[in-house]
Antibody, heavy 121, light 112 residues
Framework: QVALRESGPALVKPTQTLTLTCTFS??????????VSWIRQPPGKALEWLAR???????YYSTSLKPRLTISKDTSKNQVVLTMTNMDPVDTAIYFC?????????????WGQGTTVTVSS | DLVLTQTPLSLSVTPGQPASISCKSA???????????LYWFLQRPGQSPQLLMF???RRFSGVPDRFSGSGSGTDFTLKISRVEAEDVGFYYC?????????FGQGTKLEIK
């Protein structure tokens, strides 16, 4: 079955770069119509979509965060990596990765459990 | 970015009673081919979000038929015909017609 798991540091300092890895199984990012998205949720706040990478290497980003984000994939490892530069305390959040599939009209149909990132000096 | 507005932001429902959540978009979510890119998610306490509905009214695998979605253009509704205890959590609508995706603010459903 499909599963995703986020990994990365729990604590980063302001101005540092955050690198998060999404390791997935049960599908391939070389299959047409398959994508992986990153979404975050600050404490007590709503969901915020960050980025998406597609089977054909297309990349899409949040308008406001685009200058700070890079998404990439390693299909041989079944991993998607998100980097976010110049971290700030307002970036403290749970970060989720989720499969995004053409079969459900590019909705996020399977989510990881999330990884909590705290930005503090 | 495309703004989605959910109402109400919270509701308290007696088990067995219906519930309804509205999601309004600043622009039509219908593509020229007729497909409408409006989704609903439920985030139960302490859990990751889960997909409930896609293309407005199509229930995702395993979603009980007490959940239904309706609407077109810019106005959409998620209805629960008979609320159960396991339905508590935050409900989010999301649009996918235009990247970046955007979510509504979320609606908290609790049981009376």
């Amino acid at each position: 079955q499909v599963a995703l798991r986020e990994s990365g540091p729990a604590l980063v300092k302001p101005t540092q770069t955050l690198t998060l890895t999404c390791t997935f199984s049960g599908f391939s990012l070389t299959t047409r119509g398959m994508c992986v998205s990153w979404i975050r949720q600050p404490p007590g706040k709503a969901l915020e979509w960050l980025a998406r990478i597609d089977w054909d290497d297309a990349e899409y980003y949040s308008t406001s965060l685009k200058p700070r984000l890079t998404i990439s994939k390693d299909t041989s490892k079944n991993q998607v990596v998100l980097t976010m530069t110049n971290m700030d305390p307002v970036d403290t959040a749970i970060y989720f990765c989720a499969r995004t599939a053409e079969a459900v009209h590019y909705a996020m149909d399977v989510w990881g459990q999330g990884t909590t990132v705290t930005v503090s000096s | 970015d495309l703004v989605l507005t959910q109402t109400p932001l919270s509701l308290s429902v007696t088990p067995g009673q219906p519930a309804s959540i509205s999601c309004k978009s600043a622009q039509s979510l219908q593509q020229s081919d007729g497909k409408t890119f409006l989704y609903w998610f439920l985030q139960r306490p302490g859990q990751s979000p889960q997909l409930l509905m896609f293309e407005v009214s199509r229930r995702f695998s395993g979603v009980p038929d007490r959940f239904s979605g309706s609407g077109s253009g810019t106005d959409f509704t998620l209805k629960i015909s008979r609320v159960e205890a396991e339905d508590v959590g935050f409900y989010y609508c999301m649009q996918g017609i235009q990247l970046p995706y955007t979510f509504g603010q979320g609606t908290k459903l609790e049981i009376k």
